[in-house]
């Protein structure tokens, strides 16, 4: 019934925010869909609907906020991404947590009908198998983005078991797009050299040719968490986090993608330290609880999403 519902989006203004908020307005009455982040309102969000500067650390200010609009789902976002988190550990646990904390609590003290939370593939570490890495395997990341990652899925799972809540979460690969920026991933390096080759610019690449990463188109990943939260509650068997998977390239790989379009494109090579967190992470994932239980399928591949991407980045380029 989305007339009813009335719906929080905690970090709007981020790279998946910005999507998935307009597609939720085009769902439910978009004055039923109030954006919420520290920054200013993301200008593809302007005069869309509701919007509010709100800091999900400060507890009180996200109560009052939730009572106010009479909120009853939240998908909460904002977060500090692996490659930021590397800089600063224990700031990114503090965010990372105690933020999930403040939305689980006010969840269950407000009777909140769902709350979504992205996961990530960082939670796999480097005893996970890299190929097709199961739902259930050995979790032992070894960055603080994953360690804080796997520690909020056993908190939503505990607020399942414990409290009943409807918490639902989706363990995101390295996600494209071209809308919204990305901000801190190790897999942000696929968009900046999706840019580097519309702007006909080389493009050196902070992890090594050979590194596979599963990896996402942002339509399929908005679509993916808006069928995960629509589904009947009799669907859903994890609520801690589902793998999803669409498809998974390396640097050479994607390079020889864009050069199949722009020829001439040039990349060189310069690992930094976000190589030895993209050692630490699957290549590719099991996604088949997910096919299973709530009829998760990807639309993009590695070439569709390609052709995609250019083509909305060159439209952008001429507008500008
Ligand atoms: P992002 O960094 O682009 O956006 C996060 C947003 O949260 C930003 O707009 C930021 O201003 C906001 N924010 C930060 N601190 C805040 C605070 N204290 N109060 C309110 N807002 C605050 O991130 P994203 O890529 O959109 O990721 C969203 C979620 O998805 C995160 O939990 C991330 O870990 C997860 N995820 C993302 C990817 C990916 O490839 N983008 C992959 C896996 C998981
Ligand atoms: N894309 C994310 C990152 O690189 C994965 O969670 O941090």
Redesign the pocket.
């Known amino acids: 019934m989305p007339a009813k519902e009335r719906i929080l989006i ?8 910005v999507e998935l908020t307009l597609a939720l307005r085009k769902i439910y009455e978009p004055q039923h869909v109030i954006a ?4 200013d309102e993301h200008p593809l969000l302007k005069d869309t609907g509701p919007y509010v500067t ?4 400060n507890r009180e200010m996200l109560h009052v906020l939730v009572i106010r609009h009479h909120i009853t789902q939240i998908y909460h ?3 500090i ?1 692996s490659a930021t988190a590397e800089k600063n550990p224990a700031l990114a646990w503090h ?1 990372n947590m105690q ?1 999930l904390i403040h939305v689980l609590e006010i969840a269950r003290e407000e009777r909140l009908h769902k709350v979504y939370w ?4 960082a939670v796999f570490g480097r005893g996970a198998p890299r190929q097709r890495t199961p739902q259930h395997t050995i979790l032992e990341p070894t960055t603080a ?1 994953g360690i804080s ?1 796997l520690a909020g899925e056993r908190w939503c799972e505990y607020y399942h078991e414990r409290y009943g809540i409807d918490v639902r979460s989706l363990r ?4 494209i797009s071209y809308k ?6 190790t ?1 942000d390096y696929a968009i900046e050299m999706f840019q580097a080759a519309v702007e006909n610019r080389k493009y050196c690449c902070p992890l090594a040719p050979d590194t596979h990463l599963p990896m996402m188109y942002m339509p399929d990943a908005i679509r993916a968490t808006i069928e995960l939260m629509e589904a009947p509650a009799h669907r859903i068997s994890l609520h801690s986090s589902y793998n999803i998977h669409a498809f998974q390239f390396s640097p050479a790989e994607l390079a020889k993608a864009l050069q199949h379009h722009a020829p001439g494109f040039e990349v060189c090579y310069q690992p930094d330290f976000r190589q030895q967190i993209a050692e630490s992470w699957p290549e590719s994932i099991d996604d088949s609880q997910a096919r299973a239980d709530w009829g998760w399928k990807p639309a993009f591949d590695l070439q569709t999403m390609t052709s995609d991407m250019l083509a909305n980045l060159r439209a952008h380029q001429h507008q500008a």
């Open positions: 905690i970090g709007a203004c981020g790279q998946i925010g919420a982040d520290l920054r709100l800091d999900v650390m976002l904002a977060a991404l965010i933020s992205p996961s990530s593939i983005y990652k995101y690969p390295g996600l919204s920026s990305p901000g801190g991933g897999t």
